[in-house]
């Protein structure tokens, strides 16, 4: 079993930024390929940003890159994803995912494991 708890989110303008982290505990973080996903009101979850085991491969949607970069901290048990230029259409609910099976930091919700409670992230015009 992963716990993982998101934190960060909040109300910022169009514009601006936030720090979303996400902090795992219960089994070893770095066996684990991380992602962000989010869900706006009405709509499908969708993929944000993936990383692999050891950072070094990252992966984003079209809609965030060049504006968001996802990091991990294997020795903090912490992954990261940095939002800048944020836009109202951002605004959401994160979840950070862990997967530990198929290792692939995919894009599909189904490859992952485990899932933190998500944090609000809203972004006003």
């Known amino acids: 079993q992963v716990q993982l708890v998101e934190s960060g989110g909040g109300l910022v303008q169009a514009g601006g930024s936030l720090r979303l982290s996400c902090t795992a505990s219960g089994r070893t973080f770095r066996n684990f390929a991380m992602g962000w996903f989010r869900q706006a009101p009405g709509k499908e979850r969708e993929f944000v940003a993936s990383i692999s085991l050891s950072g070094l491969n990252t992966y984003y949607a079209d809609s965030v890159k060049g504006r968001f970069a996802i990091s991990r901290d294997n020795a903090k048990s912490t992954l990261y994803l940095q939002m800048n230029s944020l836009k109202p259409e951002d605004t959401a609910v994160y979840y950070c995912?862990?997967?530990?099976?198929?290792?692939?930091?995919?894009?599909?919700?189904?490859?992952?494991?485990?899932w933190g409670q998500g944090t609000q992230v809203t972004v006003s015009s």
């Open positions: 995912a862990a997967d530990g099976t198929t290792w692939k930091a995919g894009r599909a919700g189904t490859d992952y494991d485990y």
